[in-house]
């Protein structure tokens, strides 16, 4: 099994909108709805942002939304905000297992 | 609210047994699937699997050989245990409360652990 794979980074001005890509195959995130996000800032545990590919938990501002087509979810992040800057991993059940996404750098410049 | 915290030795020497210990307060462990992960400095997160409180458990394909979860119920706590170790197997290790489809709303804060002779 592969890491899904994301870009290694992506960057955008504050106010602006900037969408992360998460590819995999019709094994993991092609074959469930089970895609989940998570923003880590430095020496941080992860936070989950969205699961089950579009649903935001309590307490995550609704500029973070969800979605995916086919074997690629995508997380967009809109209203950019100097606090959004951190690196965020997708995440996808496989059927037996769990693999998550190599990771994406967000600079918010 | 939930919390989570590892706990077990910093340094571990090549070939021998990596044991970690995941201790949840404000909440039952007799429920959701417990999980760890880790993620090797600088590098990403890597799923080395979870545990149900009935015991049911599922791994990394790629480490399966090597590891072991279990769970304590009366203490509230689960383990990991990874064998053979190498200096790959540096990384900071996470505990988390999840469900069987992946995703943890609640971590631990991890805690680094280092091979090395």
């Known amino acids: 099994q592969s890491a899904l794979t994301q870009p290694r980074s992506v960057s955008g001005s504050p106010g602006q909108s900037v969408t992360i890509s998460c590819t995999g195959t019709?094994?993991?995130?092609?074959?469930?709805?089970?895609v989940s996000w998570y923003q880590q800032h430095p020496g941080k545990a992860p936070k989950l942002m969205i699961y089950?590919?579009?649903q935001r938990p309590s307490g995550v501002p609704d500029r973070f939304s969800g979605s995916k087509s086919g074997n690629t979810a995508s997380l967009t992040i809109s209203g950019l905000q100097a606090e959004d800057e951190a690196d965020y991993y997708c995440?996808?059940?496989?059927?037996?297992?769990?693999?998550f996404g190599g990771g994406t750098k967000l600079t918010v410049l | 609210q939930v919390q989570l915290q590892e706990s077990g030795p910093g340094l571990v020497k090549p070939s021998e047994t990596l044991s970690l210990t995941c201790t949840v307060s404000?909440?039952?462990?007799?429920?959701?699937?417990w999980s760890w992960i880790r993620q090797p400095p600088g590098e990403g997160l890597e799923w080395i699997g979870y545990?149900?409180?009935?015991?049911?458990?599922r791994y990394n394909p790629s480490l399966n050989s090597r590891v072991t979860i279990s769970v304590d119920t009366s203490r509230n706590q689960f383990s990991l245990r990874l064998s053979s170790v190498t200096a790959a197997d540096t990384a900071v290790y996470f505990c988390?409360?999840?469900?069987?489809?992946?995703?943890?709303?609640?971590w631990g804060q991890g805690t680094l652990v280092t091979v090395s002779s």
């Open positions: 404000g909440g039952s462990i007799s429920s959701y699937y």
């Open positions: 988390a409360r999840g469900y069987s489809s992946g995703w943890s709303a609640f």
């Open positions: 089950d590919v579009s």
């Open positions: 545990i149900h409180y009935s015991g049911k458990t």
């Open positions: 019709s094994s993991d995130v092609g074959g469930y709805n089970y």
């Open positions: 995440c996808s059940y496989a059927g037996s297992f769990v693999v």
